[in-house]
């Protein structure tokens, strides 16, 4: 089992909905997570952090869940420029950042 | 403020040639990386530098070779470039390891 992992999706939503995404992670001593924003064939830009407490920032909201050992984010009121692929990171062996292989939103007119 | 630069940004190799990727960061930061990123595999991390004067092995270290030359600089070589290192290569540093990370723009390199 891949340490962390992610729905590839994509998801495709019309202009002005909610959606949200799970990272699954295999690592149950992690303290802190990381989301990121790719851009097509761009590098890989910090959304969120995640720590115990979760994290908002405007439209954007991110969650811990320990108990089923995943991380989500949440994006309301989604945007067309919004659409890329989000990137999630928790401690792999040796406690290592390791990425999941990202999940693609669309949002649509 | 350059954040991290790394060169160069396109490398077409024939199979068995060698080279370096440059890469630079101008934020103090003590964690250095170099990530490679193949269609639906993510990123996956190569070899890491905690520290400078440190550096180990990450996921798929196989084929490559790294140096911490000073605090701001992570190179990383290709001794002999096999098809299977085509992917677009992305250096990253942080102020402390596992900490966020700020990337550089990235290398394609093609190996024919």
């Known amino acids: 089992r891949k340490e962390v992992e992610q729905d590839p999706g994509p998801f495709n939503v019309p202009e002005g909905a909610t959606v949200a995404f799970n990272c699954t992670y295999s690592?149950?001593?992690?303290?802190?997570f990381f989301w990121y924003r790719q851009d097509c064939r761009k590098e890989p830009k910090l959304l969120m952090s995640v720590y115990s407490s979760g994290n908002e920032d405007g439209r954007f909201t991110a969650q811990l869940n320990r108990a089923s050992q995943y991380i989500s984010l949440l994006i309301r009121d989604s945007k067309l420029s919004d659409s890329a692929t989000y990137l999630c990171v928790g401690p792999g062996g040796s406690y290592i950042p390791t990425f999941g292989r990202g999940t693609s939103l669309i949002v649509h007119p | 403020n350059a954040g991290v630069t790394q060169t160069p940004k396109f490398q077409v190799l024939k199979t068995g040639q060698s080279m370096t990727l440059q890469c630079a960061q101008d934020m103090n930061h003590n964690s250095m990386y170099w990530y490679r990123q193949d269609p639906g595999m993510g990123l996956r991390l190569i070899y890491y530098s905690a520290s400078e004067g440190t550096t180990d092995k990450g996921e798929v270290p196989n084929g490559y070779n790294v140096s911490r030359l000073n605090k701001r600089e992570f190179s990383l070589r290709l001794e002999s470039a096999a098809p299977s290192q085509t992917s677009v290569y992305f250096c990253a540093s942080s102020e402390e390891f596992y900490e966020k990370l700020f990337f550089g723009s990235g290398t394609q390199l093609s190996v024919l």
């Open positions: 690592n149950s001593a992690s303290q802190s």
